[in-house]
């Protein structure tokens, strides 16, 4: 895979156990009238994992703005084009030990995402832009840009209740 | 989405009735710059108590707001901020940048 850029809290293990169930799968169009009804939905998503109110507000934000992303940078603000949303119940391991949680798989035909300048910008200069990346970074635990087959991948993880470390134990 | 402007102490309030994100804040940002730069309104209030949702293009259509309230030496209050909206402007580092109120009351009072 190229161009895979990673949050340090990055998995290592992953299971498919019978729990990751697929929640939903989304097919919908660059327009940002959509947006409203992917918030409302992803919401109730969180719902239903049981995630705490700030954490399903987290989740929403992050697929909100990774959304407004594709629209305005990787369609470049063109309507109608596709993008697909896959959100399944997660489990498996991180640094922390075991943990179950939300994975949100986001797909769209748009230009190529270099990861490069998938940065923001710096939080201390005070001008529009550059901030929807740096909510989601904030926001989830793990986040990966991918390209494949021609389409740009960002699979989100938001873990649902970190598992305490056993004791002595120095994690990954 | 919704934008309503009364009169208030000074200047004028923006009511603002719904979620300010992609597809709305370009209304957001229109009716700010009309207020500060075309009316040159000395104080202008944002009403959010009626904003469930604020994402980061809403973010910046304020931003450009209050830079353009600075250039003229006018003022921009916002008030009413829901727990949602506060916490983007916490994420954004914003909250001590802009003059925030908790109401009405104690915005127009400022």
């Known amino acids: 895979m ?14 498919k156990q ?5 929640l939903l799968k989304l097919e919908l169009r660059s327009n940002p009238e959509a947006l409203c ?8 998503a969180a719902e239903v994992l049981h995630f705490p109110e700030g954490d399903a507000r987290a989740i929403v934000r992050s697929v909100d703005e990774a959304l407004a992303n594709v629209m305005r940078h990787a369609y470049g603000g063109r309507q109608g084009l596709p993008i697909e949303m896959r959100c399944r119940r997660w489990s498996g391991e991180s640094i922390e030990g075991k943990q179950s949680g939300i994975e949100i798989v986001l797909q769209d035909h748009g230009i190529a995402v270099d990861p490069a300048k998938m940065k923001g910008r710096p939080l201390n200069e005070i001008r529009p832009g550059g901030l929807g990346l ?9 986040v990966e840009f991918s390209r494949k087959n021609g389409k740009n991948q960002l699979r989100m993880v ?7 470390r056993p004791a002595g134990s120095e994690g990954e | 989405m919704d934008i ?24 957001v940002r229109k009716a700010l710059l009309q207020e500060i730069k075309e009316k040159k309104t000395p104080k202008v209030y944002l009403n959010l108590e ?29 008030y009413g901020l829901s727990k949602s909206v506060r916490e983007v402007m ?20 400022s």
Not at chain 1, 3 to 10: E, H, I, Q
Not at chain 1, 18 to 22: F, H, K, S, V, W
Not at chain 1, 134 to 142: E, G, N
Not at chain 2, 9 to 25: E, F, K, M, N, P
């Open chain 1, 134 to 142: 740096h909510f989601i970074r904030q926001s989830m635990d793990v």
């Open chain 1, 37 to 44: 009804l992917v918030r409302a939905t992803v919401e109730r």
């Open chain 1, 18 to 22: 019978p729990n990751d169930e697929m």
């Open chain 2, 90 to 109: 916490e994420l954004s580092r914003l909250q001590k940048i802009f003059e925030i109120h908790d109401d009405e009351a104690q915005a127009t009072a």
């Open chain 1, 2 to 15: 190229r161009g895979r850029v990673s949050k340090s809290r990055t998995t290592r293990r992953e299971s």
């Open chain 1, 158 to 164: 938001k873990y649902l209740t970190p598992t305490p």
């Open chain 2, 50 to 78: 009626k904003v469930r949702y604020i994402d980061s293009s809403g973010i910046a259509s304020l931003v450009e707001g209050l830079k353009a309230s600075r250039d003229l030496g006018s003022r921009l209050v916002l």
């Open chain 2, 4 to 27: 309503a402007a009364r009169p208030a102490a000074g200047g004028t309030i923006l009511d603002i009735t719904g979620d300010i994100d992609l597809a709305h804040s370009p209304a």
